[in-house]
């Protein structure tokens, strides 16, 4: 993830995602052809690596495509898309492994994979931008400073007739693959100086209220086997359908607090002198406490024979919680770092899938040692935990962000523009 998001940055965003679309599509392929386990981890690897570009880089492209009123409603719909997908995928690939095989599984999603791939190309330009080369530099208008005190029919001026500007791309010109470089800065360097970004408190918020709660919820599909096998009696396909309660949420939470994010934020902002604040976007972090309800009320309910709807509900309100405040804390962090957003992506969401990774050895462990309402009262702990941070940063916010923007030195992480796309910009 860290690797894509420097070669994003060298050579631009379009070559990525088509490079990475690929690169899922080939190993889905291999996986439904492995022979082994050790394939099969193998191909699962190289899939990884191909599906971080949809993480680390989707916000990094709205912050060169939108203004900032509407980033917050695509940052819900990019949530929405995630969240979907691990809810529905599940679900339709234990029926498909039920009803045929687990071959049948990775070859059904090799298909949406290569129409995938083909969409990209056709419909993900080059967003990556540098102003340097869109300005055509052009000779100014010089004059005797003497003549000044002369008459203006006496004044020697020199009228140099200003070139239009440069045309935007057509759609032709915009499929093709190879865009050239974007920086002349090393490839190692950049990618070092991702983690500078460590330093930064931004990092830190959006690793907790973010990123942790992603693992949460992760752990909840994961455990879900073992609550619902315990205290309900279910079989794999109804465990499976217990995840259409997670579907409900994040399409609630897409239609309600989609548009609300960007007009929300505009109508504070009028109320403000018409100053924008990126903090305002920080109010929308209450709705992780929708997500300590659910783990609270799910060990509660569970512990006083809660019926099955009523956890399905919990997770619900899980999944709403996530969409909505995770789209938040994504938005603020591209309102605070804006181009370099992509490198704190990276190092948060490289860091939350190794405490995923790691916490799958010990999850199912715990809920069968200490029980599902200690098991859940502890997640609904660290959700409130993680919530907290929101509070210093929405009172510490400005702050921050002079002290950000006072360091350059820690904190640029911007590519310098290719000396020889202004040179080219210069002869043009």
């Excluded at 490079?19 to 996986?31: A, E, G, K, P, R």
């Excluded at 819900?76 to 095989?101: D, E, H, K």
């Excluded at 305002?280 to 799910?298: E, H, P, T």
């Amino acid at each position: 993830m860290v690797l894509q998001n420097a070669l994003a940055v060298k050579f631009g965003h379009r070559i990525v995602y088509l490079v990475s679309s690929l690169l899922m599509f080939i190993s889905c392929i291999w996986c439904a052809l492995s022979p082994n386990l050790a394939s099969i981890r193998a191909s699962r690897f190289f899939q990884g690596c191909g599906m971080s570009a949809g993480q680390g880089l989707v916000p990094s492209t709205f912050e060169q495509m939108y203004y900032v009123h509407e980033r917050g409603s695509r940052s819900v719909i990019w949530n929405f898309s995630i969240m979907a997908g691990i809810t529905l995928g599940p679900l339709v690939c234990s029926y498909v492994i039920q009803n045929l095989t687990w071959e049948f599984g990775f070859w059904f999603v090799s298909i949406a994979l290569g129409i995938a791939t083909v969409m990209v190309f056709l419909f993900v330009p080059e967003t990556t931008f540098h102003r340097a080369k869109a300005i055509r530099p052009t000779k100014e208008q010089t004059f005797d400073r003497s003549s000044m005190e002369k008459s203006l029919s006496e004044t020697d001026i020199q009228v140099v007739e200003r070139e239009p500007p440069l045309a935007p791309p057509g759609y032709i010109s915009g499929l093709k693959i190879w865009h050239g470089t974007y920086t002349n800065e090393n490839l190692l360097r950049i990618f070092l100086r991702q983690f500078t970004f460590v330093l930064s408190p931004v990092a830190w918020f959006v690793f907790l209220t973010y990123g942790m709660q992603t693992v949460w919820l992760s752990l909840v599909p994961l455990c879900s086997a073992t609550i619902f096998t315990l205290e309900y009696n279910f079989n794999a396909a109804q465990i499976g359908l217990t995840n259409l309660g997670g579907i409900v949420g994040i399409v609630l939470a897409m239609l309600v607090t989609g548009p609300l994010n960007d007009w929300g934020v505009v109508w504070i902002s009028k109320r403000n002198r018409g100053i924008y604040e990126p903090e305002f976007r920080l109010m929308f972090m209450i709705s992780m406490l929708f997500g300590v309800s659910g783990y609270v009320g799910w060990a509660v309910g569970n512990d006083h024979h809660m019926p099955w709807i009523g956890a399905v509900a919990c997770i619900t309100m899980l999944n709403f919680s996530m969409v909505v405040s995770g789209s938040a804390a994504v938005t603020y962090l591209l309102d605070t770092h804006r181009e370099n957003a992509l490198h704190i992506l990276a190092v948060t969401n490289f860091a939350k899938n190794m405490v995923l990774y790691g916490s799958t050895f010990f999850a199912n462990g715990i809920i069968l040692d200490r029980g599902v309402k200690v098991s859940l009262l502890i997640l609904g702990a660290c959700q409130a935990f993680c919530w907290l941070a929101s509070i210093p940063m929405y009172i510490f916010g400005k702050r921050v962000r002079s002290f950000i923007a006072r360091h350059p030195e820690v904190y640029r992480g911007e590519a310098i523009p290719n000396e020889q796309v202004l040179e080219k910009s210069a002869r043009n």
